[in-house]
């Protein structure tokens, strides 16, 4: 089966930029593009909107939304109007949601609240008339007007309960660890598989790829160097034993201390890193999170991830440090083509 790679567009930055990443993705060779959506950054919705006028073969969704700012129903009205904007491009990744603490908005029954969100909009997707009362959902002889025409969901998670909701209802699993390799690969496909058993799925008929975040540029260094940040964010998050137990304990101290001294998203482009993490996090280590460096590189670090059993990877963009987030994401995108040229082959 041939490989599926999905590309994701931070929109930090004006609309017609986000057109243009967008289309330059398509050139790149990605089959599906996520925006993602996050709370005070500009809509992922109206930007894909945009950007279905603007492209002709790459799948357009969010990456991803979620049942507990954007109700269910709502979320079947978006889709519907993204679904027939796109002539049959839309796919909607779904997830517990990212920045929700901001707005004092809780995820109270994650698995449940996805399922019954899934149930739902699937139904008003067929052009069903959808009636029940969930735990945490509630519709009465719902009906979408106009368009209807189901969309493929994917799951995006780290939590083993999630991956096993994903199992029994997901058409697209995407793997959340950020830290791939065998053991990993092999807990997610089990908790995948015994989701898919209990539904009585064939758990080979759900796409499953790896969230990679990637960083290219001619100048391998930079990319390397641009994600030293977002790996010591997710080296303090995942805590490998390893990590935790380097030079007793001090190397994991040392790093949430200058986490604590940095500022901003690991993604912003006006973040200040401290400059202590240049060296805590060699490149080795950046390896182990993320896929950075050349062209050649990039796409021999991909190759290894793949060769773990995925037929797909799910591509989380990032920019080396450039003037501006836009630059370093064009960067990244247009050197993106070579890499894909490589693993296809």
């Known amino acids: 089966m041939p490989a599926t790679f999905e590309a994701e567009i931070t929109p930090g930055m004006s609309t017609r930029q986000v057109v243009d ?28 909107a945009l950007v279905s006028q603007k492209t002709s ?17 709502v979320l079947a009205g978006i889709m519907s109007a993204l679904q027939d ?8 990744g ?4 990212a920045g929700l603490e901001q707005l004092d908005i809780h995820y109270p029954r994650p698995v449940q609240t996805l399922r019954e969100a899934i149930s739902a909009i699937r139904g008003l997707l067929n052009g069903e ?7 945490t959902i509630t519709l009465r002889g719902a009906r979408m007007v106009g368009p209807t025409a189901s969309v493929p969901i994917s799951l995006g998670t780290r939590s083993p309960q999630v991956m096993r909701l ?46 990679l975040t990637l960083c290219v ?15 010591a964010h997710y080296a303090q998050l995942i805590r490998p034993t390893d990590l935790v137990e380097r030079d007793g304990g001090k190397w994991m101290a040392d790093i949430e201390a200058a986490l604590n001294r940095s500022a901003g998203w690991y993604f912003d482009h006006d973040r200040y890193d401290d400059p202590e993490l240049d060296l805590l ?25 793949l060769a773990l059993g995925f037929t797909s990877a799910s591509m989380n963009l990032a920019a080396p440090r450039r003037d501006s987030m836009y630059l370093g994401l064009r960067e990244t995108l247009e050197n993106s083509a070579e890499v894909l040229s490589i693993l296809r082959q």
């Open 21 to 48: 990443l967008a289309q330059i993705a398509e050139q790149a060779g990605f089959d599906r593009l996520g925006i993602s959506d996050v709370v005070f950054w500009p809509d992922c919705f109206v930007l894909l």
């Open 57 to 73: 073969t790459i799948q357009l969704g969010p990456m991803v939304t979620n049942a507990y700012s954007r109700h269910p129903a």
């Open 85 to 92: 904007a796109s002539e049959g491009r839309a796919f909607l």
């Open 94 to 97: 779904l997830g517990v949601g």
């Open 129 to 135: 008339e959808v009636s029940f009362q969930g735990e």
């Open 166 to 211: 994903a199992g029994e209802l997901a058409d697209i699993a995407l793997v959340g660890g950020r830290l791939i390799n065998e053991d990993t690969t092999h807990q997610y496909f089990s908790w995948l598989a015994e989701g898919a058993q209990r539904a009585g799925r064939d758990v080979a008929s759900i796409e499953v790829a790896p969230r």
């Open 217 to 231: 540029s001619r100048d391998g260094h930079l990319a390397r160097s641009s994600l030293k940040r977002y790996v």
């Open 281 to 305: 996090v060699d490149d080795d280590l950046v390896r182990r999170f993320a896929i950075a460096g050349t062209p050649d590189e990039c796409a021999e670090l991909a190759r290894e991830v």
